[in-house]
């Protein structure tokens, strides 16, 4: 069981970023269903991910996945048309497989050694590709942010593996990029060290960010886009300045691997 400490809008970041990525497949979907997995104490963030993904792919539905019954008990009375709450964890209890799992602080307290295979069992109960109709398969979203929702950090799963790592803020809070270390996902905050990409990657990112101090004069906006084009030089990053105008920056996943 988590600690369930989740306030409104602390995945706001995450949700419109799936939105605006994953809408396009769930509108391909025949049955667009996705799941709010360990949601915590209260289901904000359940309602929250069916208005943002509806918005994008009206037919979705969600489905809210608590571990403790008595969580899952108190958000009943938030049960609509296209939300339920279902009582389980990891084995995700829905027909079907869903076209999106997301869970969001739900890894941060397990050990890194348990997480490849907490992923593979999630991976496992993603919808399939399904290239005719331009689907590349369900996405699992793993990451962590603060308690309010200002830095986040996680990671987009498809099928067949892990694709990319997304570092998401709200630009006014920031120092520095690497402020976001702290936020990394289970399966990258201990390699923030030295010999390892991730390490690398944040490295790079403050210094373009110094590099970049003069725009800071136009704004933090300003200044981000400008350091995440210096990164597209030696990183690959596969998204462009629509999403970096979010406070964005996404990386293909084996750029920032662990080395083991």
Known sequence: MTRGTTNPNRLRRMDRWIAAVHGAE??????????????????????????????????????????????????QPYAREGLVFRHGGFEVPVQGRPALIRAAN?????EEREVAAVWERLRARLAPADPGAGFRGGLLVEGT???IGRRHVWVALG?????????????????????????????????????????????DFDRAWAAA????????????????????????????????????????????????
């Open 213 to 260: 101090a003069p725009y800071a004069s136009y704004g933090s906006r300003q200044r981000w886009i400008r350091a995440v084009r210096r990164l597209t030089a030696d990183w690959p990053v596969t998204d462009g300045p629509a999403r970096w105008r979010q406070g964005e920056v996404t990386v293909t996943w084996g750029a920032l691997a662990p080395r083991d």
């Open 159 to 203: 099928p067949e593996g892990p694709r990319t790592v997304t570092f998401a803020t709200r630009l006014g809070s920031l120092d520095r990029p690497s402020d976001l270390a702290e936020r990394l996902p289970k399966a990258l905050i201990h390699r923030n060290v030295p010999g390892e990409p991730v390490h690398t990657f944040l490295r």
């Open 106 to 110: 739900v890894l941060r307290q397990y």
């Open 26 to 75: 769930l509108r391909r979907v025949a049955d667009p269903v996705a799941v709010d997995l360990g949601y915590g104490a209260a289901p904000w963030t359940a309602v929250e991910l069916l208005h943002r993904l509806r918005a994008a792919a009206p037919r979705t539905r969600v489905v809210g996945v608590e571990i403790e019954p008595v969580r899952v008990a108190a958000a």
């Open 145 to 147: 942010c603060d308690e």
